[in-house]
């Protein structure tokens, strides 16, 4: 079995293409990109905020039929990223399902999401998903003081970047990522 590291959503952004969440694993200054739909975005700042509504949503609607039968979902699990769709799963536990032997649920990452959001529970994500399209922190925030020249071909990276992310081309963002960090301990 792989590592799972615990994660955060640290943002949601809307770009001219969609949706993405960032997930942020705990003590890692990386961030992965997971663009998801406007219905389930709305769904997860719905959860954050503690909105209540008059009426179940789906996500609501799912948790509820949970209840009734005594499950509860554990953890959610962002396992793998094939073929640029990412794949993640729900742990859930109670009743026949205990903690050495859960029912395991294919999900959405963006249902699970929604999911994790209202119960507060963690969200994983694998150590190889990270590898194939974390992006660092930095990337999000500001760009570093460097020469011209440096900063020239910083910048062209990050713009080559934000394609590759936008259009979800994760392995080719990735191998850009790797670019940008040679760069980044250049310079230091």
Known sequence: ?????????????????????????????????????????????????????????????????????????????????????????????????????????DSRPSDAFALAARKRCPILVASSVIDQAGIPIDYFIDTPEESPEAADKYGSLMEQLDRAVINEEYEQAAQIRDMLKMLENENR
């Open 1 to 105: 079995m792989q590592d799972m590291f615990v994660s955060e959503i640290w943002s949601m952004v809307k770009t001219g293409h969609g949706n993405a969440i960032l997930l942020k694993p705990r003590n890692m200054e990386i961030a992965v990109p997971i663009f998801i739909g406007t219905l389930e975005m709305q769904s997860i700042l719905i959860a954050q905020e503690g909105m209540k509504l008059p009426r179940p949503l789906t996500h609501d609607l799912f948790l509820n039929m949970l209840e009734q039968v005594n499950l509860l979902i554990k953890r959610v699990e962002v396992h793998e990223l094939k073929d640029d769709t990412f794949r993640a799963r729900l742990i859930i536990t109670g009743g026949e399902y205990f903690n050495e032997k859960p029912l395991v649920l």
